[in-house]
């Protein structure tokens, strides 16, 4: 948790409800997103018992496993999830063949609760993609291939930039301040309840209300303890008595019992989930968040294309190489992503002014027609100079970039520790001497007087960014005298991956090449089974 995180976690208690801590949205929402909001029996692992399911608010569908129990019933209730709603949803994205240099132009998103739909979903996908559509226990060809695309969307919540499988209750955190805890934000209900309390309640008021699981039943996958009780166990018990007893009645009567009584623990956590995507697009969208969402919409295409041309299932496990390959991408798109986030957003930017890692000021010097070298092979160096009263710990030597020119860089010459070293023409080779103020700086120390004893002057040479070649740089294409400016540290910019083996040449020191793949019946066995 970030100091400015903190800080609104408290004003979120004394004010009464959470605190907006970004002034963008960071994720991107579709127009229409598939909401899925799975419940599974407790006490197995990951046994479906049902979803509520759709991409319309106004029409969810309900699936509903009468007996969890039952394997084949569990596979039915795959193959009717993939045949009627996932599936079309996704061929819906994947229609026609895009360009050789062309993603599709959208990509299909789906939206769970919180994180324990992310791992529902990706258990649900493990136990589905290896199963075989022919000979014993053969499951329809929609269930490996929807047990694909759940792996897929899984793996895709690993990148910090991606947004096709989105748990609502994530989205919501990062871009409000509860005056609860991290755990706590997992619920869903409660999480809203500090956003948008209902009218005549405060926000601590609404998220009480929220923990009763009578008024708002768990956002799935687990469900109520005393709903499992005192209506579930009943009415399943009485669907496998009456199974057993042939009574095709009064296994109707049951089942309608159950749809309803499932609803009953579905339908408020449908109408927050759309709740909360109104919220997230109440927020703009962040000026980088269409290009991560590029990056979703070429894996989705990529992934369209392997299906097609007979891939096979994801692996159970990484090789080592493949480990290797995924750890690196993991960690350059998260150092991508903090950038991109700083870069959109003023208040995430100022978690880096406190820490010394940017500043913001005024340009109070520049001189446009700064050059270095002699004749033809001169090259013109702007300088700015940037009086700020943050914390600059940048040493020299450094570069920055001002996220509104992300072209042009910054080199930071001199953070003097007098002003009158600024007076001096030799520092910027100009005849041009910088106005300082008349009084004089007693101390030494940058500021002078007292009220001015925080503030700090940053020399930077200028570089890129549309400044040309001969002196001096166009009117505009550098900052001037008066413009307020950030700079930073963070540079968004390709880092070209380093070099790995390839798969047959795995050291021995990770177990050497590993063997190929060899379809086989023990693909689909886990240990819960």
């Given at each position: ?147 694909r695309w759940l ?145 979703d919409r070429w ?90 009263d943050d914390p ?138």
């Amino acid at each position: 948790m970030t100091t400015l995180t903190s800080l609104a976690r408290g004003l979120a208690v004394e004010s009464g409800h959470a605190e907006l801590i970004r002034t963008v949205r960071h994720v991107h929402v579709s127009d229409r997103p598939l909401v899925f909001i799975p419940l599974q029996l407790a006490g197995e692992a990951n046994a479906p018992l049902a979803a509520l399911v759709g991409d319309d608010r106004d029409k969810p569908r309900l699936l509903t496993v009468y007996e969890p129990r039952n394997r084949t019933e569990r596979f039915e209730f795959a193959a009717t999830l993939a045949t009627e709603v996932i599936l079309p949803y996704i061929e819906g994205y994947a229609a026609g063949e895009p360009g050789d240099k062309e993603a599709y132009p959208d990509a299909p998103q789906i939206l769970v609760p919180n994180l324990a739909g992310v791992k529902f979903t990706r258990l649900l996908g493990r136990s589905t993609r290896f199963r075989r559509t022919q000979g014993e226990w053969a499951v329809p060809a929609s269930v490996p291939l929807v047990g694909r695309w759940l792996t897929f969307y899984a793996e895709r919540t690993e990148h910090p930039a991606s947004s096709v499988l989105l748990p609502l209750t994530s989205a919501l955190a990062a871009h409000w301040a509860t005056g609860q805890s991290a755990a706590e934000d997992q619920n869903l209900a409660a999480l809203l309840a500090w956003i948008a309390p209902p009218r005549g309640k405060s926000a601590l008021e609404a998220a009480r209300d929220a923990e009763n699981p009578l008024d708002w039943p768990p956002a799935g996958p687990a469900t109520d303890p005393s709903f499992d009780d005192e209506v579930l166990a009943g009415l399943i018990a009485g669907i496998r008595e009456a199974t057993t007893a042939g009574r095709e009645t009064v296994i109707a009567r049951y089942r309608a019992a159950l749809d309803t009584a499932l609803l009953t623990q579905l339908e408020p956590t449908w109408r927050l989930m759309w709740r909360g995507v109104d919220l997230l697009r109440s927020l703009p969208g962040g000026a980088r968040v269409a290009r991560r969402w590029e990056s979703d919409r070429w894996s989705f295409t990529y992934q369209v294309a392997w299906l097609r041309d007979g891939g096979a299932p994801q692996a159970k496990r990484d090789s080592a190489v493949r480990a290797a390959q995924r750890l690196d991408r993991l960690e350059r798109e998260q150092q991508q992503v903090a950038v991109q986030q700083a870069y959109d957003d003023p208040l995430v930017m100022a978690e880096y002014r406190m820490t010394g890692e940017a500043f913001e000021g005024k340009v109070v010097y520049a001189d446009p027609g700064r050059r270095l070298g002699e004749g033809r092979s001169a090259t013109i160096r702007p300088v700015i100079v940037v009086e700020t009263d943050d914390p600059v710990v940048i040493e020299a030597g450094r570069e920055v970039v001002d996220p509104s020119r992300d072209k042009q860089k910054g080199l930071v010459l001199d953070r003097p520790a007098a002003r009158a070293a600024l007076a001096a023409p030799s520092a910027f080779a100009t005849p041009a001497a910088f106005a300082l103020p008349a009084t004089p700086d007693p101390g030494g120390v940058p500021g002078g007087p007292a009220g001015d004893a925080a503030r700090t002057w940053v020399t930077l040479e200028l570089s890129g960014g549309g400044i040309g070649r001969k002196p001096p740089a166009p009117p505009g294409r550098m900052p001037a005298v008066g413009d307020v400016v950030c700079y930073t540290t963070l540079i968004d910019e390709f880092h070209r991956p380093p070099e790995f083996p390839d798969r047959e040449n795995t050291p021995w020191t990770h177990g050497g090449p590993p063997q190929d793949y060899v379809d086989n019946d023990d693909d689909a066995s886990e240990a819960w089974q």
